[in-house]
């Protein structure tokens, strides 16, 4: 994860004031869809030109993924045009967008759990219209992200969670799993989950990666100026994820137990995921990863599960996919899990902590009542209170501030534009002891100044984080650019590969048939933390272990380790 440095003269804000309030007469057809093209002036933002235009930020985002990574002064932004003004009638989890009296789209936030095919049957539309209106959508979604979603005329969408639904509290907490409190054990009884083939001198491994291998005849190398517009070839997108699988692959050449890897290039179609399926050397798998994609991997999970051969799952956020599959393993840490871990580390590092859970909408209450029962269970010595953002606003956190306390603030606001705005207020107040804690996703963010974050003593929780600094690490990075000629990133996938392959391979080789038991062996991951659980008896493997890292002198280090700065402005 790069960090964004904004050195910005504060002449910059005053340059093309004017310029920066004409809307575009520039009008062009793509793909059927009419569009002002609007080209970049200096100082703007997707947020300025979202009300040049009086349109939802996300709407111009969503239908500009040919633009890589933050606006560019001189970039082409497409606009819809519509037919009249466009205008949000809804400000809650679902953004209801009405044009023409009547909804021809609507803004929805991914929950846990959800698929871009079960999002399809809430809405009555199809995943092929989904993908239409959000151009460049990968089948892997994730929580929190926003999706514009298709309304025929006439279509009533009512929220799952609405009072007046006909639902009560006992069928939403079944519709939202992660609202349940279940019994989860550190330490599980695998041994009696039974599985196809032992493993005697060889281990057959296959790998399902969308590598677009047909596609490379097709690349234009002449078009190739930056390293964002490799990124933007689809047979580049997962190579480094194979890369670094295949690295970690070469430390096991000379072991006694010989690997075989097979590596089958399957993005979501699923006629070519059945042939593949059918294939006799299919049954002589002792691990299956992947597919990456939804639909191909719930097929080959049905497979495999009739099948007993275990399979991984790299970064579906769905614990559903390992309910009642106990064959499937998955990566990533329920909410739950991840905000367990929150409220340990919490109550390790701060001395009687106030804390304040800060969730954008009244709402978004999933994940606030979620930690405010694990700061309960993990975290004695703490004070803690929930506010709703868009009730309370900065004057909330000021008036729940504690002067003699560390006053950490968890906040859980979703949109880029939101948490921006968020950031900076917050930042203004010049709080002392004041400790923000957020996804890492926020680090993305192109208009956040890390000099804010940096003030604000931001913790970061994340699935994967690499320190660059340990010697594993560098190792790999070298091998890698010497082998690949290229640099391995974390955006690419390299290290996740290496990490999947050295885990679940090494703990095969060196546990042979016991290996599924010995699962929680320490393999020293570079990307990943990692500690398997299964949740409940018939279930899968879950991961459920995150990072916690912490922003320091403008880098990114463990939660764990001291930070200099950190003696200078401790204040209570």
């Known amino acids: 994860m790069k960090i964004k440095f904004f050195w910005l003269l504060i002449f910059f804000s005053f340059v093309s004031v004017y310029a920066q309030d004409i809307k575009s007469n520039k009008i062009e057809y793509i793909n059927g869809v009419e569009y002002y093209i609007h080209t970049v002036q200096k100082g703007q933002t997707y947020y300025g030109i979202s009300k040049i235009y009086n349109t939802h930020v996300d709407t111009i985002i969503n239908h500009n993924s040919h633009i890589p990574g933050s606006l560019q002064i001189g970039a082409d932004v497409r606009i819809p045009t519509g037919k009249i003004e466009t205008k949000i009638i809804e400000d809650s989890g679902t953004k209801i967008i009405e044009t023409n009296n009547h909804i021809t789209s609507i803004w929805h936030t991914v929950e846990n759990g959800e698929t871009l095919y079960s999002i399809s049957l809430k809405y009555k539309t199809t995943v092929a219209k989904i993908k239409d209106f959000n151009q460049g959508i990968s089948d892997i979604i994730s929580l929190g ?127 070519a995921t059945k042939r593949i399926l059918n294939k006799p050397e299919m049954k002589e798998m002792h691990l299956i990863v992947g597919p990456l994609f939804t639909k191909a991997f719930v097929e080959v999970q049905e497979w495999a599960e009739n099948n007993e051969i275990f399979i991984v799952n790299p970064f579906s956020y769905q614990s559903e996919i390992v309910k009642n599959n106990k064959h499937s393993i998955k990566l990533t840490a329920n909410n739950r899990d991840k905000y367990c871990q929150i409220s340990k580390m ?56 504690v002067k003699d306390k560390p006053n950490l603030v968890i906040s859980l606001l979703q949109g880029e534009a939101n948490i921006t705005n968020y950031v900076r207020r917050l930042y203004e107040q010049k709080l002392d002891s004041i400790y923000l804690f957020c996804p890492m996703e926020w680090l993305s963010y192109d208009n956040i100044e890390i000099e804010y974050l940096e003030y604000l003593r931001t913790y970061f929780f994340t699935d994967y984080y690499v320190d660059h600094r340990r010697e594993e690490v560098k190792n790999f990075v070298n091998q890698f650019v010497e082998d690949y000629k290229t640099e391995p990133s974390l955006e690419n996938y390299a290290f996740q590969g290496y990490d999947i392959a050295n885990h679940f391979v090494g703990s095969m080789v060196e546990h042979k048939n016991d290996w599924i038991s010995n699962i929680n062996y320490d393999s020293t991951p570079l990307s990943l933390r990692l500690g398997f659980k299964q949740a409940l008896q018939g279930n899968g493997l879950e991961n459920s272990k995150i990072h916690i890292v912490r922003l320091c002198n403008y880098q990114l280090i463990p939660h764990t380790e001291d930070c200099d700065v950190e003696k200078e402005i401790k204040t209570y």
């Open 346 to 401: 919490i109550e390790s590092s701060f001395e009687e902590a106030n804390i304040i859970i800060l969730q954008g909408r009244r709402s978004d209450s999933l994940d606030a009542n979620i930690i405010h029962s694990e700061l309960k269970n993990n975290c004695t010595n703490c004070t803690y209170k929930k506010l709703v953002y868009n009730e309370s606003g900065i004057k909330g956190i000021r008036d729940s501030y």
């Open 145 to 271: 992200q926003k999706i514009e979603i298709p309304i025929e005329k006439d279509t009533i969408i009512k929220d799952e969670n609405d009072k007046n639904s006909g639902l009560n509290k006992t069928d939403i907490e079944d519709k939202n799993s992660s609202t349940k409190t279940e019994k989860t054990a550190e330490t599980t009884d695998i041994k009696s989950i039974t599985y196809r083939n032992k493993i005697k001198n060889e281990i057959n491994i296959a790998l399902f990666a969308p590598l677009y291998a047909s596609e490379n005849s097709k690349i234009d190398l002449s078009k190739i100026k930056l390293p964002s517009d490799i990124s933007s070839i689809q047979s580049f997108r997962f190579i480094q994820f194979y890369l670094g699988f295949k690295q970690a692959l070469k430390q096991f050449e000379n072991r006694d137990t010989k690997i075989n890897l097979y590596v089958y290039d399957v993005s979501d179609g699923i006629s």
